[in-house]
């Protein structure tokens, strides 16, 4: 079983950045698919950013400004978050799948089978 641990979150103002870091346990690192998913009050959870070995995906509310990573030798996937907006304030999630699944449904949340606690992003304006 995968287990994920994000940390990073935090009360930041507008224009500010963050790095999100989620740190991988209980499985192999570099056969999974990592993503960044967030919630805001009273909305769907949604698809932030997705990287497989080295392909990455955005959403269009946030390329440009965010940028996902990974360490392999830290078992670590991050989130870069400049230029954040009111907009982005959410609870931020880190999730997993099988990297055999390829580029499949990459940015559906249903598709990601191992999911972290979340941590806490708010960005005041």
């Known amino acids: 079983q995968v287990q994920l641990v994000e940390s990073g979150g935090g009360l930041v103002q507008a224009g500010d950045s963050l790095r999100l870091s989620c740190v991988a346990s209980?499985?192999?690192?570099?056969?999974?698919?990592f993503g960044w998913f967030r919630q805001a009050p009273g909305k769907e959870r949604e698809f932030v950013s997705s990287?497989?070995?080295?392909?990455?995906y955005y959403a269009d509310s946030v390329k440009g400004r965010f940028t996902i990573s990974r360490d392999n030798a830290k078992n670590t996937v991050y989130l870069q978050m400049n230029g954040l907006k009111a907009e982005d304030t959410a609870v931020y999630y880190c999730?997993?799948?099988?990297?055999?699944?390829?580029?499949?449904?990459?940015?559906?949340?249903?598709?990601?089978?191992?999911w972290g606690q979340g941590t806490q992003v708010t960005v005041s304006s």
């Open positions: 999730a997993a799948r099988r990297s055999e699944l390829g580029f499949y449904s990459i940015r559906d949340l249903a598709t990601y089978n191992y």
């Open positions: 209980g499985g192999t690192f570099s056969t999974h698919t």
């Open positions: 990287i497989r070995t080295t392909y990455t």
